[in-house]
């Protein structure tokens, strides 16, 4: 994977020269209140279109926020404008979670010229970049050919035949402690906490700075080895709770130079809904664990 990130200086120059698709693709996690389509036509990068997660998801699904089917993915991106030639800045509206969220989506229908602003619209307004408002331009519409990298991805067959196996293969969840030991609850009905056998836990904000931007690569290489990662060739797979926040760690982790970083789509909200699939209470150990 190429590097995910691009500064607000970086991003500036860029757009003076032209020839940028800047996307706004913020979702809302658990707890967050604020309307994203509001906040978004009364204060947005000049230029910018929004990438709604929601409708860049499986309808069909239950489970929250699923990656689309190709052809559903091809044609709203062709909406967008977008074709597999175009440079493309996605960010949010200070989450970071969306727009990771967006580069992995993009990325897993093989568009290679990607990158998330760094720290997103708060860190563009505190540079003091331009901002617009109201209604955005029209765009006109392309074609877009998906070329899925299936690598990028996991679903549930693949995880259960992972905690079933010896693997090398590391579970990275980016769930709060109190969530992946199975001391505090799930935000989502009817769930219960713990974690998938053999994961190790990285809650997400600890690949964050105070403002949100990413820790360096030094910093994130450590984070990884504390959670027992140390070989850059290590196969991880992140999960979280819906698939959202996981996007940070695998950001994260192609930012600290692992080779091979996949996202298990369905996270918590199918793992803990399945039937028969094992939930660990309690801290992370090595080897998967039985309940």
């Known amino acids: ?41 009364a204060s947005r990068l ?31 991106a062709g909406e967008l404008g977008l074709t597999h030639d175009s440079t493309v800045v996605v960010y949010d ?26 720290g997103g619209l708060p860190a563009w307004r505190a540079a003091g970049g331009a901002l617009e408002q109201g209604e955005p331009a029209p765009v006109s519409p392309e074609q877009y050919v998906p070329r899925l990298k299936t690598s990028l991805i996991k679903g549930l067959g693949d995880m259960l035949a992972l905690c079933a196996s010896e ?19 799930e935000p989502r009905a009817g769930l219960s906490s713990g974690h998938m056998p053999g994961a190790r836990n990285i809650p997400f904000g600890e690949l964050l700075d105070a403002n949100r ?9 450590a984070r990884f080895e504390k959670a027992g990662v140390a ?6 797979i992140a999960t979280c709770g819906s698939g959202m926040t996981a996007s940070v760690i695998v950001v994260g982790a192609v930012l600290a130079g692992y080779e091979s970083v996949s996202l298990y789509d369905g996270s918590w909200a199918e793992w803990a809904r399945t039937p028969d699939a094992p939930i660990v209470k309690g801290e992370a150990t090595s080897g998967r664990e039985r309940n």
């Not at 070989?231 to 991880?236: F, R």
């Open 1 to 41: 994977m190429s590097q995910p990130l691009v500064d607000v200086d970086t991003l500036k120059d860029a757009l003076a020269s032209g020839g940028v698709t800047l996307l706004d693709a913020t979702a809302l996690l658990p707890g967050e209140q604020t309307d994203p389509e509001t906040v978004f036509r």
């Open 213 to 221: 931007h990413f820790l360096p690569k030094t910093a994130l290489k």
């Open 93 to 118: 509206q200070g989450n970071i979670a969306s727009s990771c969220r967006a580069w992995w989506l993009l990325r897993l229908f093989g568009h290679e010229r990607v990158f998330i602003l760094d």
């Open 231 to 236: 070989s850059a060739q290590t196969p991880l």
């Open 46 to 76: 000049p230029g910018a279109h929004r990438f709604d997660i929601e409708l860049f998801s499986d309808p069909e699904q239950s489970l929250p926020h699923m990656a689309p089917a190709a052809g559903r993915f091809a044609r709203l």
């Open 167 to 185: 693997s090398d293969d590391v579970i990275l969840d980016a769930r709060s402690a109190g969530r992946f030991t199975g001391a505090a609850p």
